[in-house]
């Protein structure tokens, strides 16, 4: 199994890292704020919240499994919604006339500092209305816009390479226009970077306790992380080429 870690020593001397998987809107789309980086939130536009202030993000509270998992304020009689794919904003008078204008918003918090890739779907989930505005905020700099159209899919495809830090958010939002009918929009994102430390599990640029950890969860768990030797199949050889990365540690 060494010379597969030496291989991948190589490629980061030499440049040729291939991108990690960070994170991805869907298959970690989650009842639970946080996970995999994570928040599903607004702006609440009405009483002066922007994106361009992270901090005045807002967390959903209540996560609902009734008719479909969906995010949405505890207690609050409005249409901001969001789903593994889908996003809702708010306008005042609709759903039993909550009177604040909500921006819905998907929010993920970096784990690493570097450029990473930022690709998705960004389209109607219903034609009709006068449809919506999404935007990519990142560390509350607008990053990119698109423009829905009501008469026809947009079925827009991005690929967006943007600078982050740990602790950097980065925002998708969706806004309304004059009215909030047919507003429940598609966006998706998938999350890549590079990493030239094989056993820098947790992206952090340091080896330690949280990387054993994290190596050992997803060899319990069978996923894919794990699977140092590339293989399929889980063993004695992953748990050898994991501790032989470890141990030669980060350039």
Partial sequence: MKPMIFVATIACVSGLVQADL?????????????????FYGY???SAGDSPSVPGSFREMEEFSTDFVN???????????GITETSIHPHLPGAG?????????????????????NLSGLVDEGDLGGDSTDVYLYVDGVQAATWAMS????????????????????????VAPRLNIFFDGTIVTASITGDSCCPADL???????????S??????????????????????????????NAYNAGCP
């Avoid at 909550?98 to 500092?113: A, I």
Wanted: proline residues 2%; aromatic residues 18%.
């Fill in 96 to 116: 039993q006339s909550d009177p604040n204008e909500y921006w819905s918003c998907r929010r993920w918090v970096s784990t690493v500092t570097g450029t990473v």
């Fill in 202 to 212: 947790n992206m952090d640029g340091t080896l330690n306790f949280f990387d054993v």
């Fill in 22 to 38: 960070l994170a991805d809107s869907k298959a970690d789309f989650s009842g639970v704020q946080g996970v995999n980086g994570w």
């Fill in 214 to 243: 994290t190596f050992l969860a997803a060899y319990t768990s069978h996923d894919p992380l794990a699977d140092f030797t590339d293989d399929g199949e889980f063993n004695f050889f992953d748990v050898s080429a994991f501790l």
């Fill in 70 to 80: 969906q995010w949405s304020q505890a207690g609050a009689d409005d249409w901001a």
């Fill in 43 to 45: 702006y609440n536009i």
């Fill in 150 to 173: 009501s008469i026809e899919n947009s079925m827009i495809e991005y690929d967006i390479d943007v600078e982050v830090s740990v602790g950097s958010t980065v925002d998708f939002f």
